[in-house]
């Protein structure tokens, strides 16, 4: 009661209210805070190297309480996780969005720092393996394991110094990348990634991994059976090896399979350079040359496969879709365009487009302009002739088909209608 005694109140109304009087012993028993030396406290605290995200915010949280920022408490904490993050990808990454609020802020420094902890995971086991004397290479179950880092992800970012795979794995369609592509895109089409190029020079994490520092320490390439490719293609196997044989005989196409397994060339001549242009999406599979996932067609089965492909007398355009699905061969395009512009049955049913009706001028004034045809009617012969501007019609009988007749029966009308400056007539009778 002495402590109640020593308080002072404006009023006996405030010294009977419970809440005033409750709020007077608060304020006795917890003292004044110093908001400007809470808030310096706020203000310097940064994220320390081994804290995560969460302990981070939970010290900022406790230390708001104190600084009386109310309604601005959570942008507070946000702008302080911008200053203070320990790591300046994550400040990058912030300050990306232009709408970004704490809750956001806090998922992206969360991912970030999971996805640190695993990639440290990652690069302790590839080191361990690289290092290790006794295993030449990854087994398929630490493959694995590599990858449930990275399945689910909502987009992940693959670096490469090989610029030539951004369209190989980007730009380009499934149907047009060589079977060995194909199959390595596939495999990828679990993950959602982007991928860019980085100059060897500064992809120094994966260069230093691809290094290893064994002797002969070569990676035998995997070997896929392929045998589901060739089932795609709509082809009996005799046909298939019909196609094999012609290409081994085929001085153009055992050229161009050589080059293939090997080396180009830098410099081709003749036909060699409209394969050389295709070079990319050549492969060798069962020693059959494919383009893409089509054969590669020799010289002597060209005309046959034309043939066959025309069978229905269908279109350039379907025809040129058919060939798309099966075979290949360098100007395949143009052959098929010839062969239906000179098939001889196609020029016999085909149907050319109506021709639309052209109006004729009308004249500036009556029978400057006329039209003229015999005709007959009854077993008797007539002279028709209109005029363009008024469509005024005469129709004079002709005694005969004579040119006498006729001239007569234009004089007559002439002489009463006016001499025009252009006839129109089929020169017929």
């Keep these: 009661m002495d402590k109640f005694d020593g308080f002072k109140f404006s009023s006996k109304e405030e010294q009977d209210d419970i809440d005033t009087v409750l709020k007077r012993f608060e304020e006795f028993c917890m003292g004044t805070t110093h908001e400007a030396f809470e808030s310096y406290h706020f203000h310097v605290r940064v994220q320390e190297p081994n804290e995560s995200i969460d302990a981070y915010v939970a010290e900022l949280r406790k230390l708001t309480r104190v600084c009386n920022f109310e309604a601005f408490e959570d942008r507070m904490i946000r702008d302080r996780i911008l200053v203070g993050c320990k790591t300046d990808h994550v400040r990058e990454k912030l300050l990306e969005d232009p709408k970004l609020d704490l809750k956001k802020a806090i998922d992206i420094a969360r991912a970030y720092g999971a996805s640190q902890v695993k990639l440290n995971e990652m690069k302790e086991l590839a080191v361990d393996r690289v290092m290790s004397k006794d295993r030449k290479k990854l087994f398929p179950e630490e493959k694995k394991q590599f990858s449930k880092y990275l399945v689910g992800l909502p987009k992940f970012v693959i670096e490469t110094d090989h610029k030539p795979l951004l369209s190989l794995m980007k730009a380009k369609d499934l149907d047009f990348l060589t079977p060995r592509i194909q199959r390595f895109r596939m495999r990828m089409l679990r993950f959602t990634y982007d991928i860019e190029y980085v100059a060897g020079k500064d992809l120094v994490t994966a ?133 239906v512009n000179n098939c001889p049955e196609c020029e016999k049913h085909i149907v050319l487009p109506p021709q639309p009706l052209v109006p004729t001028p009308t004249p500036d004034h009556p029978w400057k302009k006329v039209g003229s045809d015999l005709f007959e009617w009854q077993g008797e012969h007539y002279l028709l002739v209109v005029d363009y501007y008024s469509r005024w019609i005469e129709i004079p009988h002709l005694s005969s088909l004579t040119s006498k007749s006729v001239i007569n029966s234009f004089k007559a009308i002439f002489a009463r209608m006016g001499i025009p400056r252009t006839v129109l007539t089929d020169n017929g009778t």
Aim: proline share 4%.
């Design 207 to 339: 260069d230093s991994l691809s290094r290893s520092p064994l002797k002969n320490n070569k990676a035998e390439e995997e070997t896929v059976e392929v045998s589901t490719i060739f089932q795609s293609i709509p082809i009996s196997d005799e046909r298939l090896e019909e196609v094999r044989r012609a290409q081994q005989r085929d001085k153009e196409c055992r050229e161009v399979i050589q080059f293939t397994q090997g080396h180009w060339p830098q410099r081709t001549h003749g036909i060699l350079k409209l394969y050389y242009a295709e070079r990319h999406c050549l492969a060798v599979e069962q020693d059959i040359l494919l383009h893409g996932c089509r054969l590669a067609i020799p010289s002597s089965l060209r005309q046959d496969m034309l043939q066959r492909i025309h069978q229905g007398h269908q279109g350039i355009v379907k025809c040129r879709a058919l060939a798309c699905t099966c075979i290949w061969w360098p100007g395949m395009s143009k052959g098929i365009e010839t062969l």
